[in-house]
């Protein structure tokens, strides 16, 4: 199972990235998809996540800014971020999060800075 991310970079305060993360095809058809991040000393904590059926739930600090979404024809997921603030900088990491008995994946880490 392979989890591909994307769309990191450096913009400035109040500015836009959009993150993708293709999955393989089995796996994203039954899973639960997310968007984690890190910062520097902090641990890796839930952005935002949506289901087979796209029900969508956010973490507060990212709510009203940030959308979650699924292309199911192109196994993608995908973060649009807005509004970006400085302590919104970390690495964001894509998550599959597929039902029993099947594993948690995670795909590698693409990074996020937000300058103020």
């Known amino acids: 199972v392979q989890l591909q991310a994307s769309g990191g970079g450096l913009v400035q305060a109040g500015g836009s990235l959009r993150l993708s993360c293709v999955a393989s095809r089995e796996i994203f058809a039954i899973s639960v998809m997310g968007w984690y991040r890190q910062a520097p000393g902090k641990q890796r904590e839930l952005v935002a996540r949506?289901?087979?059926?796209?029900?969508?739930n956010y973490a507060d600090p990212v709510k009203g800014r940030f959308t979650i979404s699924r292309d199911n024809a192109k196994n993608t997921v995908y973060l649009q971020m807005n509004s970006l603030k400085p302590e919104d900088t970390a690495v964001y990491y894509c998550?599959?999060?597929?039902?029993?008995?099947?594993?948690?994946?995670w795909g590698q880490g693409t990074q996020v800075t937000v300058s103020s």
């Open positions: 998550n599959a999060d597929p039902p029993s008995p099947f594993n948690n994946y």
């Open positions: 949506i289901t087979t059926r796209s029900t969508t």
